[in-house]
């Protein structure tokens, strides 16, 4: 299923500079960031999409803190490809940022769903006591945070519960 651009979709993958086979990483925080944490850390990221490079040659990339809970960083390979070391130092980067805010941002038991409106967002425990209550149903959309590039950002980042790689979890 297709979903259009919502709240509930980042704004980097509406955005029409980059290629539909730009590569995503995204990255969950184990507790919500404060506005002013958000706004430092967007500001933060945007320092660093301009000065990533691989072998010298400068990525174009964006990065986008998405409802203070989750990091995506987009990389168009079009004319210069990620390495593992461009890799690595985005990795580093989060690494201190996230010891600056005392926060991990490579929370990969953190979860998050579309509920009345508002992303929700969960550890595995409360994951399985959402979807054992009725909480989440079988057609909660789940955001999937497993996408890995801008083309699966705009066609499957909203995945309903019944479909979703979440349901074997619980």
Known sequence: MTHTATAYTPALAGDPAFSPES????????????????????????????????????????????????????VDETNAGASGCSIDKSVHFLENLGKDLQVDFFDRMRFAWVEDGQVCFADRAGLEAAAGSGRIKQETEMLNTLVQTKKDLLEKWLVPFAKSWHKRLV
Not at 42 to 69: P, S
């Open 23 to 74: 590569r995503i990483w995204i990255y969950t925080a184990n507790r919500p960031l404060t506005e002013t944490e958000a706004q430092h850390t967007q500001q933060a990221l945007d320092v660093f999409t301009r000065q990533w490079t691989a072998h010298n040659q400068a990525l174009k990339a964006r990065a986008e803190v998405f409802h203070n809970q989750i990091l995506l960083l987009m």
